[in-house]
């Protein structure tokens, strides 16, 4: 069974830094995908950002990149020029396309990341 | 907005009742998903349905069931409530193959007294 953990309970960062979260996992799967989803207090659950394991260049979106490392099994989230709206908590997500349980998205225990002005 | 609608937003009942959520996917979206968030047991996935059929099960207690109905909106029961089914429950709505993204409701906040 496929297992995602999330070392850090809660960050904070200054506003207008850079500010990376971690998250390993565990699989014997070769190809699967990885995801960071973002929870604010309004409680929405927004996708930042989506790796695709088979694909060695790591993904980005604006101030959002992932440092993709397949062999160590790390997935770490860098968010560069960090915002106030960044104030959230952030779930690491692993999912197998194909097989049983395929497209369930197997969470984290999450990071909860505070930014301050 | 994700485009996914659940209702309702919140719901507030007693233990041994039974409740249903409501789910509708994004316009095309052909797979429903949902999901329990709780304090103890974090982000749990429940049940799959694609176009109206079953497709995943994962921890879904056997109190809970849902279906997925022809116009694709999906419903979840829970029955015999207990305390600990206190919880945040999310629907996911896809275009039905496992590599397409996810997008989630705002979630139904589920408060067993």
Known sequence: AQT???????????????VTLSCTYDTSESNYYLFWYKQPPSRQMILVIRQEAYKQQNATENR??????????SFSLKISDSQL???????????????GSQGNLIFGKGTKLSVKP | ???????????????????????????GDLSVYWYQQSLD?????LIQYYNGEERAKGNILERFSAQQFPDLHSELNLSSLEL????????ASSKGGAKNIQYFGAGTRLSVL
Request: glycine share 8%.
């Open chain 1, 4 to 18: 995602v953990t999330q070392s850090q309970p809660e960050m904070s960062v200054q506003e207008a830094e850079t």
């Open chain 1, 64 to 73: 959002f990149s992932v440092n993709f490392q397949k062999a160590a099994k």
């Open chain 2, 41 to 45: 047991q974090g982000l749990q996935f």
């Open chain 2, 84 to 91: 600990g089914d206190s919880a945040l429950y999310f629907c």
């Open chain 2, 1 to 27: 907005d994700s485009g996914v609608t659940q209702t309702p937003k919140h719901l507030i009942t007693a233990t041994g009742q039974r409740v249903t959520l409501r789910c509708s996917p994004r316009s």
């Open chain 1, 85 to 99: 709206g960044d104030t959230a908590m952030y779930f690491c997500a692993f999912m197998k396309p194909y097989g």
